[in-house]
């Protein structure tokens, strides 16, 4: 049993088809719940098998060794700490400070906010006393309009009813907006509600949402990160902003994008399989060095299980794909390279809207002071996004469901 060798399995001693950062970050995430959430539970969402987890976490207990969290001394280790409570008390309810306050800007202090009588009711309140012809003429109403709404009583009672269910159904799917700290917008919700066998309009989604004030998340100011290097080799652009594939390990994309963490930057470089839109590999680093880029397309290429020769990898030209380290990875591999214009978001559009939903859910409302919790906060969301974020480009199929499912067509296509 071989306890000391980098990326070697503690049972069998052999090498681990998972990259090291990603084995890390995994442990990192199961540590992260606490005992609150199994092995199995964990390792699901990160596509992995529950022995896995469990081997990593041993080997880890065994070697004693603190990681990524321990590299800034016990101040980094505190700091990490701090961050995780005050996010568990976010995002615990009724224990954050002022959790049971009413919401700023809610009706109960926004002036006319009050609640008005239905007329209805106060005919119905005052019939007795002055008959309804008298109120009805005083307030200007129909007398055919105030039998209608009796008439009609029991079934508006029936839809409001239905009404409540349908918003404690969206707030469940916000089960789904809780661990996306509420990132789910309507046509989301919408695919959520009707997954659960519900046949409902998706107006009348965005209808509830809007009246009950559940709401996705908005983007912030962008920073540019692409730093182009002019004295590198051309790349030819084989993707031509077709942003579409039929089969799987044809067409890959990849991008950098930096997450504020304090004063600083977390950087992400991401390899995104175009036909089924999922993240295979990624890597995470606070430095935007050329391995960056090329952990992330190694752990891509684990991923799927070594296959990938004559894959196209679509990027930007920026320095860090330009590199002569990441040609000969691409080389090594058979991955063909690929590169957009200068300047040009539209020619990497895929990555750019990917980056752009990834921030829009992490950022909002929030701000990042511990590397080591936002690293953690990340791998959750890739993993997350992964197995179980629906994607409306896949039917609002999740990228794992997108892939079984096309792997059971063409297997079924294949015996028959």
Not at 113 to 124: H, K, L, N, Q, Y
Request: a positive charge; glycine letters at 8%.
């Amino acid at each position: 049993m071989d306890l000391d060798g980098p990326g070697r399995d503690v049972q069998v001693g052999r090498k681990s088809p998972y990259p090291e950062e990603f084995r890390e970050d995994a442990v990192a995430l199961y540590r992260a719940a606490a005992g609150k959430r199994t092995y199995a539970a964990v390792a699901a969402d990160l596509g992995i098998t529950a022995e896995s987890l469990r081997t990593w976490v041993r080997k880890d207990e065994v070697q004693a060794v603190p990681g990524r969290r321990g590299a800034g001394g016990e101040a980094e280790e505190l700091a990490w700490l701090r961050a995780e409570n005050a996010w568990l008390l976010k995002a615990e309810k009724g224990v954050a400070p002022g959790a049971r306050d009413p919401a700023p800007g809610s009706r109960l202090f926004r002036s006319g906010g009050e609640v008005t009588p239905c007329r209805w009711d106060f005919i119905s309140d005052n019939r007795a006393d002055f008959g309804v012809k008298r109120i009805c003429r005083v307030l200007g109403a129909s007398r055919a309009g105030y039998y209608r709404h009796l008439a009609t009583g029991q079934a508006r009672a029936g839809r409001q009813a239905e009404e409540k269910r349908t918003v404690a159904e969206i707030r469940a799917i916000q089960a789904i907006h809780a661990e996306h700290h509420g990132a789910y917008g309507a046509p989301r919700v919408h695919a959520g509600l009707r997954a659960r066998g519900h046949r409902i309009n998706r107006k009348r989604v965005t209808r509830l949402m809007r009246v009950n004030h559940i709401i996705g998340r908005h983007l912030r100011k962008k920073k540019r990160t692409t730093i182009t290097d002019r004295t590198a080799p051309p790349v030819p652009d084989l993707v031509m902003r077709d942003f579409t594939a039929d089969r799987l390990n044809t067409r890959w994309c990849g991008d950098i994008t930096y997450i504020p963490v304090g004063t600083t930057w977390l950087y992400l470089a991401t390899v995104i399989d175009i036909c089924s839109r999922r993240v295979v590999g990624w890597s995470i680093a606070d430095r935007m060095r050329t391995s960056l880029v090329t952990d992330a397309i190694e752990m891509a290429v684990a991923a799927r299980g070594s296959r990938v020769n004559g894959v196209v990898f679509h990027t930007d030209r920026g320095v860090q794909y330009s590199a002569a380290a990441f040609a000969d990875v691409c080389r090594r591999h058979g991955i063909r390279r690929s590169m957009g214009r200068i300047g040009s978001s539209y020619d990497n559009a895929l990555a750019e809207s990917f980056f752009q939903g990834l921030k829009r859910e992490l950022l909002h409302g929030r701000r990042w002071t511990s590397k080591a919790q936002t690293r953690l906060e990340l791998f959750r969301r890739l993993s997350y996004y992964n197995r179980r974020r629906r994607h409306s480009a896949l039917g609002y199929l999740t990228p794992a469901e997108f892939e079984q499912q096309l792997i059971t067509t063409r297997t079924l296509s294949l015996i028959a």
